[in-house]
Structure formats: structure tokens, C-alpha cells
């Protein structure tokens, strides 16, 4: 082979390469693994392990409003604050890179979008935000629970079916 014809064989392995590289990243960044539901939500195919952290997690969320609540009515911003740093950013890094990875792009965005509102709330609740403040910021990360129940649901275990 010439040189350019081994110049113009890279290239096109590069080539090949590149549009490789940017179809994984569509597929596990944008696309995620779904399916369509039966109504109009689209269902996050899950292994039964990942479904059943994802559902933990959700009910740890119902559990840290309570606490929040529970804060709130008794004056107790440590205590608000505490709960929601618990389920800020920093634990959206529980989930594995391969769970995360079949997670749709709007899913991620909803999800940080919570995640990150826990974490203003307790660094505002911290600062000494009025009660009104805490409850304003509250009923915005709510909204996107209700966005995320609207959109999406996870593929049930085969046992479950
Ligand atoms: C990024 C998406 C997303 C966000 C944000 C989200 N959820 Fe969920 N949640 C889900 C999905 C998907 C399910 C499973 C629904 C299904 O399969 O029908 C679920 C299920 C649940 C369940 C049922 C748990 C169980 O054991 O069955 C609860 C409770 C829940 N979510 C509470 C919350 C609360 C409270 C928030 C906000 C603080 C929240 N979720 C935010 C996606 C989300």
C-alpha cells in the first residue's frame, strides 16, 4: 500500500471510530433503555436489582418530606436542612454507572433537577430561610416528582407480571 493509501485506510478506521463513539453516546446518554408503556409514559427497562434501588430511593424521598415537613412545622431549619442534604446531588452518586447509563436524558434532567433543588434548599434552610422560602423551594422540587411519575415508569420484575 502507498503511504497515502495507508494515510486514507486510517482515516477511514478513524472515521468509523468517531461515528461508533457518537452512538454510544446517543444511545446511553439521550436514548437510555425504554420501552412504551401502556399508557402514554415510556417504561426505563431495569434489571429487578437496579428497579428495586430506584424504588428505595423514591421512598426515601417520601421519607425525607416528612422529616422536612416535620422541620418545618416545629421551626427546626437544622433538621430541614439535614433531610434534604440527604437527598441532594451527593446521593444520586449511589447509583451505578450501568443503571445510570439506561436512564433517558430527560429522566437524568429531572432527576438532577431534584436532586440539585434538595441541595439549594438545604443551604438556604441552613442560611436562615423563612418558613414561606422553604415551602416555596419545596413546591417546585415537587414538581418535578409529579413531571417524572407523568413521564416515566420502570419495567417490572418478570416475577412481578
Ligand atoms: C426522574 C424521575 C423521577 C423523579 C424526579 C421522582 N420519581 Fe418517584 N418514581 C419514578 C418512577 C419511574 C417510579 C416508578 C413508577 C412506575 O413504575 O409506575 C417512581 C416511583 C415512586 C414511588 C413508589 C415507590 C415504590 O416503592 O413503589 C414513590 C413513593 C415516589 N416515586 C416518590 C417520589 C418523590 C416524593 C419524588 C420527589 C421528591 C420523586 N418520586 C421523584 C421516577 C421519578
Given at each position: ?20 463513539l457518537?452512538?454510544l ?5 439521550v ?10 409514559r ?26 422536612i ?6 421551626g ?8 434534604a ?14 443503571m ?15 436532586h ?6 438545604a ?18 422540587i ?9 413521564t ?10
Amino acid at each position: 500500500m502507498t503511504q497515502q493509501g495507508k494515510l486514507r485506510a486510517s482515516l477511514v478506521v478513524i472515521a468509523l471510530l468517531v461515528v461508533a463513539l457518537v452512538a454510544l453516546v446517543v444511545k446511553f446518554v439521550v436514548v437510555g433503555s425504554t420501552l412504551p408503556a401502556q399508557d402514554a409514559r415510556v417504561v426505563v427497562a431495569l434489571e429487578p436489582g437496579e428497579r428495586a434501588l430506584m424504588l428505595r430511593e423514591m421512598r426515601g424521598f417520601v421519607a425525607g418530606l416528612q422529616r422536612i415537613t416535620d422541620g418545618l412545622a416545629r421551626g427546626d431549619a437544622k433538621e430541614v436542612s439535614a433531610a434534604a442534604r440527604a437527598m441532594g446531588t451527593a446521593a444520586a452518586h449511589d447509583a451505578p454507572v450501568t443503571m445510570f447509563a439506561k436512564l433517558p436524558l430527560e429522566f437524568k434532567r429531572l432527576a438532577f433537577g431534584v436532586h440539585g433543588g434538595f441541595d439549594r434548599l438545604a443551604a438556604d434552610a441552613a442560611g436562615g430561610a423563612s418558613r414561606e422560602q422553604t415551602l416555596g423551594e419545596l413546591s417546585s422540587i415537587l414538581g418535578g416528582c409529579v413531571a417524572c411519575h407523568a413521564t416515566f415508569q420502570v419495567a417490572a420484575p418478570p416475577a412481578a407480571r
